[in-house]
């Protein structure tokens, strides 16, 4: 497993810490398929609207970083994190749901009436998020955080190491390449060395608290993937014995 984006000796110690979790993702189908281009277009769509529901939420946590903090380059930074969260996802989205193929999969979920709903695992990594910046130490926030900014420009660079030279018409190469921009890593390693200084500073027991905050939110990072291909709901018929289903 490559490590990226460290910005000392304890977030490469944090990034190390998480290294399981870290090849789980990789290896995930869902991430091979999206790499080739044969992951049904139905399953990405799913992942697309979850994922639009998560970034709410997610820019939400960081505009709660961005009042905790005394530092105003950091509030300025998780501010405007906040705000391209939105802006650059919602653009992203547009552009892969005017694939035709891509259209008609999310038409088909907002028929079943699944596209607006946020599955549970979407609920459950939100709400973590959310009560973690808001109720949570400042440095708690950040490690919550940090893992979509690493996680996602980790497996941008994954993934184009897979797909390699993609053809114009793979159908997931504007995701692909908007999380290995320089732009996202920038931002990337703005958020780990923020991380870095936290944890410099921390009394032992915080830090402790941060770094179990960082591995929980990467546990749900593995999750979002592999409960959107699994097109994940709220049915809880698929818990029951056959018998008492029907």
């Known amino acids: 497993m490559t490590v990226t984006f460290t910005a000392g000796p304890l977030t490469t110690q944090l990034w190390g810490r998480v290294g399981p979790i870290i090849e789980q993702i990789e290896e ?37 970083l961005a009042a905790k903090t005394v530092d105003r380059d950091e509030s300025r930074f998780w501010a405007g994190s906040a705000a391209e969260a939105i802006t650059v ?8 749901l005017a694939d035709a193929r891509l259209a008609s999969a999310l ?45 996602y420009a980790h497996m941008g660079k994954v993934l184009v190491d897979r797909a390699g ?24 390693r703005h958020a780990v060395q923020i991380l870095e200084q936290e944890l410099a500073k921390a009394p032992s027991e915080e830090a402790a608290r941060m770094r179990a905050a960082f591995e929980q939110a990467c546990v749900f990072e593995l999750h979002f ?22």
């Open 28 to 64: 995930l189908p869902f991430l091979a398929q999206l790499a080739d281009g044969s992951l049904d277009p139905k399953a990405f769509a799913n992942y697309i609207s979850q994922d639009s529901l998560y970034l709410n939420g997610y820019a939400k946590a960081m505009s709660f």
């Open 89 to 96: 996802e919602e653009e992203m989205h547009g552009e892969l």
């Open 107 to 151: 038409e088909e979920l907002t028929a079943e009436g699944s596209r607006f709903k946020a599955s549970p695992t979407t609920l459950g990594y939100v709400s973590f998020l959310v009560a973690t910046a808001a109720s949570r130490s400042y440095g708690e926030g950040v490690a919550s955080v940090l893992p979509c900014f690493w996680v």
């Open 165 to 188: 030279q993609m053809a114009d018409d793979h159908p997931y190469r504007t995701w692909v390449q908007t999380y290995d921009s320089p732009d996202f890593d920038e931002s990337t």
């Open 225 to 246: 993937w592999a409960s959107a291909h699994a097109m994940q709901n709220w049915d809880v018929s698929v818990f029951l014995p056959q018998e008492a289903a029907v």
